[in-house]
């Protein structure tokens, strides 16, 4: 599911390319989730939520649902 949350993210933050000030917190998002994938990092309730509410509903919802 990590892979999914990792590709949805980074289709948002393409997406979200336009506007600067969501750049910000949508890539270090977004290489937060891919390290994850990788197994170098966990990721904690608040960071999902985070990702949730600011990078992708979808991919909020598939990292919160994870069982890591």
Known sequence: MKLAAFILCLIST??????LIPLIWCIPMTVSVYKAYKGEKTLGVGFKVCTLLF?????????????D
Do not use: K, S
Not at 14 to 19: F, N, Q, V
Not at 55 to 67: F, H, K
């Open 14 to 19: 393409i997406a979200m390319g336009w506007a």
């Open 55 to 67: 990078v992708n509903l979808i991919a909020g919802i598939l990292l919160l649902v994870d069982e």
